[in-house]
């Protein structure tokens, strides 16, 4: 299994409960992040100096947040796309950050994938996770790393494509993350239940732009028994995540929805599913080769 995502953080936001159960079930579990998130808010006072306004080396403490949550997530390999450092946050949308020299979302897509297609050559993996094509939320990084997956999956497949780099692997089945619609309701009643009166408590579940309708989502990874590995691996990124209210509180509810996992397959043939219609397994169907 191969995750691509955009910052150190969001893997685990996204995926956690999935990398830690495969993890634990023996499956090779394999991280790509595409850059050191060094755009982002820095959400620990006495840390607020490494941030961009100040010394600017928040990318620095960040790799070594994702290397704690990596082990508690009980991934042993993760990397930065290309190295650490080579390609830069580009921070939110419509910020001046976004024309930066270097920043990830005016990297050339094809030198974004060349960077891709030998790990996922040598990776040989079965399933690939990324974003959908709007990134999730539409933060530029995650659209970015969406078309870098995207495009390098087809690149590595093409036996003529720089065989310099490998041998041509086609992966079998690849999806995007979804946080479904349901979801989302349900943690939202179940903060407001709990006396939460965050904004995110007060949000109307269904004019939140990052949910997913749930009819598109077609796989369901119930890692209930991995959410204290989840929210452990959430509490490896103090510069980032507050669990204290709001959306990440989810996580630590009674019944957290943050213990089941959506995707939507997109590439491969759907595997066997439950009552509700839903995949149960990302590599159901594959065989392995």
Request: with cysteine.
């Amino acid at each position: 299994m191969l995750l691509v995502h955009a910052h150190p953080d969001d893997e685990t936001i996204g995926s956690g409960v999935t990398m830690a159960k495969y993890a634990a079930d023996g499956a090779h579990v394999a991280l790509v992040t595409c850059t050191l998130g060094e755009e982002g808010e820095v959400l620990v006072a006495d840390l607020a100096h490494i941030g961009v306004n100040g010394e600017d080396r928040l990318g620095e403490h960040r790799i070594n947040e994702l290397g704690d949550a990596m082990k508690v997530l009980g991934v042993a390999d993760w990397r930065l796309l290309g190295e650490p450092g080579k390609y830069r946050d580009s921070g939110m949308m419509g910020e001046p950050s976004n024309n930066r020299e270097g920043c990830f979302w005016q990297t050339d897509l094809l030198a974004a994938a060349e960077d891709l297609v030998p790990v996922i050559r040598s990776q040989r993996p079965h399933v690939l996770i990324t974003y959908d094509d709007f990134g999730g939320y539409g933060h530029p990084d995650h659209i970015q790393a969406h078309r870098t997956a995207m495009y390098a999956s087809q690149l590595a497949a093409a036996p003529t494509f720089r065989p310099d780099l490998g041998e041509a692997w086609d992966i079998p089945k690849i999806y995007w993350t979804a946080i479904s619609k349901s979801m989302i309701r349900a943690g939202i009643e179940a903060l407001r239940a709990s006396g939460d009166t965050s904004e995110m408590a007060m949000m109307d579940p269904d004019e939140i732009p990052f949910g997913v309708d749930d009819e598109l989502v077609t796989t369901q990874i119930d890692g209930r028994d991995f959410l204290p590995n989840k929210v452990s691996a959430m509490r490896s990124y103090p510069t980032q995540i507050n669990m204290e209210s709001g959306f990440f509180s989810f996580a630590e509810l009674p019944d957290s929805p943050m213990g089941i996992e959506h995707f939507r397959l997109v590439k491969g043939r759907l595997g066997d599913v439950n009552d509700t219609g839903h995949e149960t397994d990302l590599f159901s169907g594959v065989t392995s080769n």
